[in-house]
């Protein structure tokens, strides 16, 4: 297939553009590349990069693709909630011109990168919440992450295939790291400071989802046959886990792989935004079948810390880097444009 990745400079891009290369399918990406394009060193000489914003791409570079993997966005609540206005023209407007484009412009497939986080509630509970489940998200993140699946799915017809992956957080290693998800920011704690913190008791649940087990989600979900996705929404994980579990899952991956003894601070105060999930039809539609568990990341990434990573560089935390962004870009506008 020729695919179109959007926002594949990303932590999940960077992975996912080498499998789809090696699974034998053209690539270009197209992205704005807020963290760079280091992350796709390893295959750039086998992928077209285009820099570019899918709030403005032109329409014709979408001839000649057969799917797009719509990735490109804000990516989590506090970057939404940093500028809201901006979420909704990327998360939602952008989303929504890109599938409009592509099936104007003949792209049958359309596979859009929602979240689980549609689905917060604020006090914990043990529902499982499957596809069904009433939703009605108000933070601007999975606000627009919503609102972009109920209009992608009106653009549903024979010719055009849109799918929606609520994808669960997502851990592991990834050439475009980031250390701000919850199992990396464990692993990245551990490495640092022997100490993982705690709130709110770690009573909230979170569907997780191996980042290898994303990447074949977003393959299967491009190769499916038509009629078992067309215009379907699916939830995709690994398996839902109190933040607590987490937190000893790391621990004890980590005393028993690596030698390390761990504290962990449990504190009873904090958010505790939660939220539990069901991933049954995915796994019955699509024959997904996760099969990477949380040790093998978290041995990935311990080893290649061990290798020398400065962990405190902004750039592998998305609202840090973000706020310095504009703080330059801000900067930069007084200077009239340029420091030099
Ligand atoms: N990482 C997770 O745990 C997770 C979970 C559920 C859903 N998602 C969704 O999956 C997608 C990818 O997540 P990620 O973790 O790789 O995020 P990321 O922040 O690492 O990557 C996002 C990429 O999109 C690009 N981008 C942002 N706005 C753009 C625009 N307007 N035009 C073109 N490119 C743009 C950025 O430059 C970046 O390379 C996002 O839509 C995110 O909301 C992620």
Known sequence: MNILVTGGAGYIGCRL??????AGHSVCVVDMLQFGDDGLAACRDKIDLI????????????????????LAGLSNDPTAEFNPEANKAMNLDGTLRMATLAKERGVRRFVFASS??????????????????????????????????????????????????????????????????????FTRDAFAKRRLSIHAGGRMWRPMLHIDDAVEAYQAAL????????????????????VLKLAHEVRRTLEGHKGIRLDVDIQQVGISRSYRVNGDKFREVIKFAPSHPINAAVDEMWDILECGVDIDNPIYYNIRWLELLCDMERRLRAMGGSPL
């Open 51 to 70: 820099p570019g914003d899918v709030r403005t791409i032109a329409p014709q570079m979408l001839d000649g693709f057969d799917a797009i993997v719509h």
């Open 17 to 22: 553009v080498p499998a789809l290369l090696q």
């Open 223 to 242: 190769t499916a046959p038509e009629e078992a996705v067309r215009g379907q929404i699916f939830n995709v994980l690994s398996d839902n886990f109190t």
């Open 116 to 185: 689980c986080s549609i689905y917060y509630t604020q006090t914990p509970d043990d529902d499982l919440r499957d596809e069904e489940y009433p939703v009605n998200p108000q933070a601007p993140y999975s606000w627009s992450k919503r609102q972009a699946e109920i209009g992608l799915m009106e653009l549903t017809d024979h010719n055009f295939c849109p799918l929606a992956l609520r994808k669960g957080t997502v851990f592991g290693h990834s050439p475009r790291m980031r250390y701000d998800l919850v199992v990396n920011t």
